[in-house]
């Protein structure tokens, strides 16, 4: 079995976890020969020890998890990944599997569910499919990170206006109820929209619906 050696964060990697030494060899060879990289894990535990603290949180990729292994399940492994917030997608392999099992890891998260002995290409349709899933959900926490940092650079004022800026209020309005000038909304409307990086309501409204 050749060395393990936890990848940088940044990279999308598929962390393959299983007790069983010829799987994760072979598995880690079919990875290579299409150009993804790897990295294997003989146990649940080396894999959470290898990336203790909130480097799991920061990890790229997805997860090919093993549901049946001595000590720490798969299934136990699912749900400590849940409670550190990992961010990888989950594929079970196993040769045990049945119906109900099946059934309760994907209602905890798992994007899919394989019984040994499968097609390599099967396997490799859904490695794609959960690093696709992984990329598009690490560009909707990238936007979010982004806009809270714009709105987090707003003056406690300038975020009052944006409130009732967003609510559809007019610069006499906003004056009349924070008890400014018009012109000091204006001013503050301004600073807002150049901080939040937009130049039109449409744009600030679109910007802020897309948040989350």
Do not use: W
């Not at 099967?122 to 990329?135: G, S, V």
Request: net charge negative; aromatic share 2%.
């Amino acid at each position: 079995m050749k060395d393990s050696k936890p990848p940088l964060s940044f990279e999308q990697v598929v962390h393959i976890i299983d007790d069983d030494e010829a799987v994760l060899d072979s598995l880690s060879m079919l990875l290579d020969s299409v150009d993804i990289k790897n990295a294997i894990y003989p146990n649940a535990q080396s894999f959470l020890t290898a990336h203790e603290g909130n480097s799991i949180q920061q990890l790229s990729g997805c997860i090919v998890l093993d549901i049946r292994m001595p000590g720490m399940s798969g299934m136990e492994c699912q749900q400590r990944l849940e409670a550190l917030k990992c961010p990888l997608p989950i594929i079970f392999i196993t040769g045990h599997g049945d119906v109900p099992m099946a059934v309760e890891a994907m209602k905890k998260g798992a994007i899919e569910f394989i019984q040994k002995p499968f097609r390599e290409q099967e396997l490799l349709d859904c490695i794609h499919h959960a690093l696709t899933l992984n990329k598009a959900a690490q560009k909707r926490a990238s936007h979010s990170l982004d806009v809270a940092q714009r709105c987090e650079s707003l003056t406690a004022r300038e975020k009052e206006v944006m409130e009732r800026v967003v609510a559809g209020l007019l610069n006499k309005t906003i004056a009349n109820e924070l008890n400014l000038s018009q012109r000091t909304i204006e001013i503050h409307r301004a600073n807002m929209m150049e901080k939040m990086r937009v130049k039109s309501l449409a744009e600030l409204m679109t910007l802020l619906l897309t948040k989350e």
